[in-house]
């Protein structure tokens, strides 16, 4: 190989340098990335919390059912929008009892002992997407302006995220208020939500953004901010959303000391089975739940019938064995027949101990006193029984039926069952809600022999805490 040039050698040693101090360059660099804080992951962490946040929204709004209180009439006037939870029983609870306290405070109750619960139109009901917006700022809810005449509450999911929800409920008349609500799902507990913080904070200036951050006065919380509980509930708010399983989903989420209710009852069945199917699909389309009153001797004639009913889950309850008019029965034969039904009930699957209804509602002070339980009688009669028409049983039910009512009528009727779809369809139209028996007088104590009619003010037979039951003179 012949020696290089002079000219070569310089070329060369030229390219040699350059090439040297390139590899050091790279290589500083890549140390030097290796070592600086690089802020892609942080973007990328909160733009994961944002999509977390989102999908957490959705599913909470879907599983979300709304209520509206709004009345024109009312002094003071009404309108309270809320969302209820359907699993979260103790959530549920919490905001009904927030509710029906500033509704106290307010005058609403009118003096009485219990509210009157308002028959309000579903049109009223807002979009279930109103109560988780995408990003819960205090600023928003101190812009909201309302009639200080007017009660107004309404409730809104701040954050929600692994096992728990953050719920505020506002009052902005005709005093402002926040409540805060921390629920637990998994546990199903509802604690004051202040809890999260280690200092004393003002409930109104709480919020959210839309990464699901807890914030006060619009900042992010700081982790000085949080208590213990907040670092664990901040994390979680940051995960995928585990909603509960609800059970029945047919009752509503409040209960009749908040919401308009209707109690519809069938009586003398089980009838035939193709009759009673008919009631059973109108219900299940409808997602309701119905109250029959079982006479002894057709449970044993079709328990295959009345075993159907039972595993619908709705309520069943004793109407006598044979029908008699226990007012001009013996109070021995009376007790035979409401114990022999009793029998006959638990032969086909109910557990709980039946109400009794008397028939025809005929019940005296001797009567009522050899009944021994509560007698459930009603203050719409449909006349189902006596008329056989179903356009005349769905008009009764429209024109009389009212917040707090027991509606008649009776399974064995095909022209009842006609009438069913359209009774129900009705009922929701109204905005009257329709519960069991029980569900109708939760918390109100059924005394034995009491008759009850009606739950409310309506009616002066109406059960109320000034007027619990009708007892017979």
């Known amino acids: 190989m012949s020696p290089l040039s002079p000219r070569d050698?310089?070329?060369?040693?030229?390219?040699?340098?350059?090439s040297t101090l390139t590899v050091l360059v790279l290589l500083a660099g890549a140390v030097v990335t290796a070592f600086r804080d690089d802020p892609a992951p942080k973007q990328s962490a909160k733009a994961a919390q944002r999509v977390t946040a989102a999908e957490n929204r959705e599913?909470?709004?879907?599983?979300?059912?709304?209520?509206?209180?709004?009345?024109?009439?009312?002094?003071?006037?009404?309108?309270?929008?809320?969302?209820?939870?359907?699993?979260?029983?103790?959530?549920?609870?919490?905001?009904?009892?927030?509710?029906?306290?500033?509704?106290?405070?307010?005058?609403?109750?009118?003096?009485?002992?219990?509210?009157?619960?308002?028959?309000?139109?579903?049109?009223?009901?807002?979009?279930?997407?109103?109560?988780?917006?995408?990003?819960?700022?205090?600023?928003?809810?101190?812009?909201?302006?309302?009639?200080?005449?007017?009660?107004?509450?309404?409730?809104?999911?701040?954050?929600?995220?692994?096992?728990f929800v953050i719920t505020a409920v506002m009052t902005d008349s005709p005093?402002?208020?926040?409540?805060?609500?921390?629920?637990?799902?998994?546990?199903?507990r509802t604690i004051d939500a202040r809890r999260l913080f280690a200092a004393p904070v003002d409930p109104a200036t709480v919020g959210a953004d839309d990464t699901g951050t807890l914030t006060i006065d619009d900042a992010p919380v700081s982790d000085a901010d949080l208590s213990s509980i907040g670092h664990r509930v901040q994390t979680a708010l940051h995960s995928g959303l585990e909603l509960p399983q609800p059970g029945d989903q047919r009752s509503p989420d409040f209960s009749c000391a908040l919401l308009p209710c209707v109690a519809l009852t069938y009586d003398d069945g089980p009838g035939e089975a193709e009759t009673e199917q008919a009631i059973l699909d109108a219900a299940d389309e409808a997602n309701i739940r119905l109250t029959y009153f079982f006479l002894?001797?057709?449970?044993?004639?079709?328990?295959?019938?009345a075993e159907r009913i039972i595993a619908a889950g709705h309520e069943v309850d004793n109407h006598t064995f044979s029908h008699v008019r226990m007012d001009t029965t013996s109070s021995a034969t009376n007790r035979k027949e409401i114990d022999r039904t009793g029998r006959s009930?638990?032969?086909?699957?109910?557990?709980?101990?039946?109400?009794?209804?008397?028939?025809?509602?005929?019940?005296?002070?001797?009567?009522?006193?050899?009944?021994?339980?509560?007698?459930?009688?009603?203050?719409?009669?449909?006349?189902?029984?006596q008329h056989r028409n179903a356009e005349k049983t769905v008009s009764r039910v429209q024109s009389q039926a009212r917040p707090g009512s027991i509606v008649l009528m009776h399974?064995?009727?095909?022209?009842?069952?006609?009438?069913?779809?359209?009774?129900?369809?009705?009922?929701?139209?109204?905005?009257?809600?329709?519960?069991?028996?029980?569900?109708?007088?939760?918390?109100?104590?059924?005394?034995?022999?009491?008759?009850?009619?009606?739950?409310?003010?309506?009616?002066?037979?109406?059960?109320?805490?000034e007027h619990p039951a009708v007892m017979k003179n």
């Open 59 to 163: 599913a909470l709004s879907a599983a979300m059912r709304s209520y509206a209180v709004v009345s024109e009439k009312r002094t003071p006037r009404l309108d309270i929008h809320t969302f209820g939870l359907p699993g979260a029983d103790s959530l549920n609870s919490a905001i009904e009892a927030s509710v029906l306290s500033a509704l106290e405070q307010s005058g609403a109750f009118a003096a009485r002992a219990a509210f009157d619960p308002v028959q309000t139109a579903p049109v009223h009901r807002w979009p279930t997407t109103a109560f988780a917006p995408a990003r819960a700022t205090p600023e928003a809810d101190r812009a909201y302006r309302s009639d200080p005449r007017t009660v107004d509450i309404r409730t809104r999911m701040l954050a929600a995220g692994g096992d």
């Open 345 to 385: 009930l638990r032969s086909v699957g109910v557990k709980e101990h039946p109400l009794v209804r008397p028939p025809y509602g005929a019940l005296d002070r001797r009567a009522a006193h050899a009944l021994g339980d509560p007698a459930i009688i009603w203050d719409v009669d449909t006349g189902d029984w």
């Open 175 to 188: 005093r402002p208020q926040t409540r805060l609500l921390l629920t637990d799902l998994a546990h199903d």
């Open 296 to 305: 002894g001797t057709n449970t044993k004639a079709v328990p295959e019938v």
């Open 411 to 465: 399974s064995i009727h095909p022209t009842t069952a006609e009438a069913a779809p359209a009774v129900f369809s009705t009922m929701a139209d109204e905005g009257l809600y329709a519960v069991t028996v029980r569900e109708l007088f939760s918390g109100i104590e059924l005394k034995k022999g009491g008759s009850y009619f009606c739950r409310g003010y309506a009616d002066e037979l109406c059960s109320n805490p």
């Open 9 to 18: 050698t310089l070329v060369y040693s030229v390219f040699a340098a350059l």
